[in-house]
């Protein structure tokens, strides 16, 4: 009879461990992890199921700018538990228009569009959205074509003027100055209001407008930059309205005279900008920015809120900083997270945040 009872209780306890062992591996492996293998619990749905699917259909191009942008959206993907798809057109509004029909026949949860073409990209923007699919727009004007996408966008407005009342502190009134830029893109366009605006403002003498939209901005607008600097050599000022523009602009400032006694100001910061800036004798004194790894996180929180239902708004504004080459080298920055820790401005940790989706650092 003893032993019976002991063999019924050894038995008992050994069910009881492979009870206790199920529950444990289901906690370790069940629905409630997710690929990476973060528990989800206490996550909002659709995030308490595992990983979200969703695209990000990028308009892109040379320059390590998207490469930060990109990177800033993967690290924050990855935290969040999406499984994200990218489609990366490289600089062709067809191909990108491709994709975003590729993107929302593939049944994902949610589309970020990283820049791009309004005319082409807009019918197929409200084509998600129509279709119950949502949409994060950073860097295309959708606000009245797509009224139920999110628009993102760093401000740009803010970011032109910050640089341009550096320039003209500089440069005085009266001044023959250039100005490289393109049109039909939103993160362009809007800098052009404020161009013109200071322009007209500070009586500045405009002796040329020049750029093209390309592949490979830098290098395709080199030529072009220094064709018209060559004619005219006496502007006192450049401004360039994206750092891949204004690259073009230092090599043709190169290629014309290195001593040129030309000051040039742009919009954007990278790795390669700072270091383009702290070079000995550079003629970029300033520009505006935000930290594209930062706004690349801040744009795939805010799809994340939005699938979560906790968003509750139609437009994120990323704020930005000026940052002088003087700043640079005082401070003895050497790359983005220098930078980022000398000018706390440049963190976006509180934008499109939530207690279950922690921000990312870099």
């Not at 589309?111 to 073409?117: A, N, P, R, S």
């Not at 005319?119 to 606000?143: H, N």
């Not at 405009?206 to 750029?211: D, H, L, N, P």
């Not at 939530?354 to 870099?362: E, H, I, P, T």
Request: with cysteine; charged share 20%; proline share 4%.
């Amino acid at each position: 009879m003893k032993r019976n009872t002991i063999t019924r209780l050894g038995l008992c306890t050994m069910l009881g461990l492979l009870a206790c062992s199920k529950d444990h591996d289901t906690d370790q492996h069940g629905g409630a992890r997710t690929a990476a293998g973060a528990v989800s619990a206490g996550k909002p749905a659709p995030f308490d199921k595992g990983p979200v699917k969703i695209a990000l259909v990028q308009y892109s191009g040379a320059g390590d700018y998207f490469e930060q942008w990109t990177a800033g959206a993967r690290k924050q993907g990855d935290a969040a538990g999406f499984d994200i798809q990218i489609y990366d057109a490289r600089a062709d509004s067809a191909k990108q228009a491709s994709d975003m029909d590729a993107a929302i026949a593939s049944g994902v949860k949610g589309i970020i569009v990283d820049h791009g073409l309004a005319r082409p990209m807009c019918p197929l923007i409200r084509k998600a959205t129509d279709a119950g699919i949502p949409v994060v727009v950073y860097g295309i004007e959708i606000t009245q074509c797509a009224p139920k996408a999110i628009h993102t966008a760093q401000d740009d407005a803010n970011l032109a003027t910050l640089v341009l009342t550096q320039m003209a502190k500089e440069v005085g009134d009266g001044a023959q100055v250039g100005y490289v830029t393109v049109f039909g893109i939103a993160p362009f366009d809007r800098p052009d209001v404020v161009w013109r605006k200071f322009r007209t403002e500070h009586k500045w003498e405009q002796k040329f407008v020049i750029g093209k939209l390309t592949d490979a901005l830098a290098a395709d607008n080199a030529p072009l930059v220094a064709g018209v600097l060559k004619a005219h050599p006496q502007v006192k000022a450049i401004f360039a309205s994206y750092d891949e523009l204004t690259k073009a602009t230092l090599s043709a400032v190169e290629q014309n005279n290195p001593s040129l006694k030309v000051a040039v100001y742009g919009i954007d910061i990278s790795n390669a900008d700072i270091e383009l800036m702290t070079k000995k004798n550079s003629p970029w004194k300033a520009t505006a920015a935000t930290d594209p790894r930062e706004v690349g996180a801040a744009t795939t929180r805010t799809l994340a809120l939005e699938l979560s239902g906790q968003l509750g708004k139609k437009k994120v504004v990323f704020p930005g900083a000026l940052v002088t080459q003087a700043f640079l080298l005082e401070n003895k920055v050497k790359n983005v997270s220098d930078l980022r820790a000398k000018l706390p401005a440049l963190n976006l940790a509180n934008v499109s945040s939530a207690s279950w989706l922690r921000s990312v650092s870099f």
